[in-house]
């Protein structure tokens, strides 16, 4: 039995997204300055709409915007890789 539960708990936690882990904006800037990400202004253009708030965070051994963007009158949440 507690092997069928391990191998649950397991099975589950595989096929979780990663979670992002949101930079301060210090970090956000160090990142964007050492080239490691690329700043907002160059992936804004794939938001969709108007960003109205963003975060920079890793995610996946990566860089990822998290925005929340403004479109037809409501507020939604967008993720957007930061690649250089």
Known sequence: MKQIFAFLILTF??????????LSQAQ???AVASGKA???GSVAG??????VKAQLCQQGGG???VLSVLKGGKVTTVTVPANR
């Open 13 to 22: 936690l595989a096929v979780l997204p990663a979670e992002a882990a949101c």
């Open 28 to 30: 956000a800037r160090d």
């Open 38 to 40: 690329a700043s907002l």
């Open 46 to 51: 794939r938001a969709g709409g108007e960003i």
């Open 63 to 65: 860089y990822v915007y």
